[in-house]
């Protein structure tokens, strides 16, 4: 697997796609030194002022530089969005693992909770977990993370349920391993592609969820920029400025689009699609 994220990159659109978010992740981590300008200084004898030498892609309603906040924003909500999916894999593959592994109670406790959950849409789960916990930046990431929760325990367990009777492990019994040893050293590994790449798709899901939440006003909270928040903050002035809701918005829109079509080239260098036909 280590080389398919370089072999996808070779490919036409994969390639076209890896190369925007490999700029947007170097932006978001580089944003103080490339940021023109600082991201919470306001000027407001610049205020509503368009594209020019000067500010690139214009200014906000507090004279603020919107590129500057845009670079700042990817560092908010990329790393909220991937921090949140993040957690959500490590849980999910420990309770799908455990769940397949063991069955019985723990088995149908786990799948009847998950259901549940996976009845629900994403962002009516993360709407309720941020009125409870609180919005901020902390209370977002938690709240994607068990919003996808449900996704990669389900994904996980199909794949224990399909290897756990394969002869490597019934060797591996046979020699005396014990259930950890069996779990994260022969069948999580060998389930990991296909949760890695559902993974890296659910970003771009968590990525709009996130911002809106902070079009919601619940995510990042000002002067904290988020994409979200700064496409809350121009819907008020689409005819007065236009460009601050529609340089994040097409952001948002051109970052999620490339997470998938990187994902779907991926996919095909894997050839996850056909290994998940022939264990169905």
């Given at each position: 697997?280590?080389a398919?994220?370089?072999?996808?990159?070779?490919?036409?659109?994969?390639?076209?796609?890896?190369?925007?978010?490999?700029?947007?992740?170097v932006?978001?981590?580089?944003?103080?030194?490339?940021s023109?300008?600082?991201?919470?200084?306001?000027?407001?004898?610049r205020?509503?002022?368009?594209?020019s030498?000067a500010?690139?892609?214009?200014?906000?309603?507090?004279?603020?530089?919107?590129?500057t906040?845009?670079?700042?924003g990817?560092?908010?909500?990329?790393?909220?969005?991937?921090?949140?999916?993040a957690?959500?894999?490590?849980?999910?593959?420990?309770?799908g693992?455990?769940?397949?592994w063991?069955?019985?109670?723990?088995?149908?406790?786990?799948?009847?909770v998950?259901?549940?959950?996976?009845s629900?849409?994403?962002?009516?789960?993360?709407?309720?977990?941020?009125?409870?916990?609180?919005?901020?930046?902390t209370?977002?990431?938690?709240?994607?993370?068990?919003?996808?929760?449900?996704?990669?325990?389900?994904?996980?367990?199909?794949?224990?349920?399909?290897?756990?009777g394969?002869?490597?492990?019934?060797?591996?019994?046979?020699?005396?391993?014990?259930?950890?040893?069996?779990?994260?050293?022969?069948l999580?590994?060998n389930?990991?592609?296909?949760?890695?790449?559902?993974?890296?798709l659910?970003?771009?899901?968590?990525?709009?969820?996130?911002?809106?939440?902070?079009?919601?006003?619940?995510g990042?909270?000002?002067?904290?920029?988020?994409?979200?928040?700064?496409?809350?903050?121009?819907?008020a002035?689409?005819?007065?400025?236009?460009w601050?809701?529609?340089?994040?918005?097409?952001t948002?829109?051109?970052?999620?689009?490339?997470?998938?079509?990187y994902?779907?080239?991926?996919?095909?260098?894997?050839?996850?699609?056909?290994k998940?036909?022939?264990?169905?």
């Amino acid at each position: 697997m280590s080389a398919a994220p370089l072999r996808a990159l070779r490919r036409p659109v994969g390639g076209i796609a890896g190369t925007w978010l490999i700029l947007v992740i170097v932006a978001a981590i580089l944003a103080p030194v490339l940021s023109p300008y600082a991201f919470d200084v306001q000027d407001l004898k610049r205020a509503y002022q368009p594209a020019s030498a000067a500010h690139w892609l214009g200014t906000d309603e507090f004279g603020r530089d919107l590129l500057t906040r845009l670079i700042y924003g990817a560092r908010t909500s990329l790393s909220v969005s991937a921090t949140a999916i993040a957690i959500s894999v490590a849980c999910g593959m420990v309770l799908g693992a455990a769940a397949a592994w063991f069955g019985g109670w723990l088995d149908r406790m786990v799948t009847v909770v998950v259901d549940m959950t996976w009845s629900f849409p994403e962002i009516l789960i993360a709407l309720i977990l941020v009125a409870i916990i609180g919005p901020g930046t902390t209370g977002t990431m938690i709240a994607i993370a068990v919003a996808y929760l449900a996704q990669f325990t389900r994904l996980t367990r199909a794949q224990i349920m399909t290897l756990k009777g394969e002869t490597f492990i019934e060797a591996a019994r046979s020699l005396g391993a014990g259930n950890a040893h069996i779990l994260f050293r022969h069948l999580l590994p060998n389930a990991l592609a296909p949760v890695l790449v559902s993974a890296m798709l659910a970003t771009g899901d968590a990525i709009i969820l996130e911002a809106t939440l902070g079009f919601f006003g619940l995510g990042a909270q000002p002067p904290v920029p988020s994409w979200g928040g700064m496409m809350s903050a121009g819907s008020a002035l689409v005819f007065k400025a236009p460009w601050i809701i529609i340089f994040p918005g097409l952001t948002v829109a051109v970052t999620v689009v490339a997470i998938n079509l990187y994902g779907d080239a991926l996919i095909a260098e894997l050839d996850i699609r056909a290994k998940l036909r022939r264990t169905a």
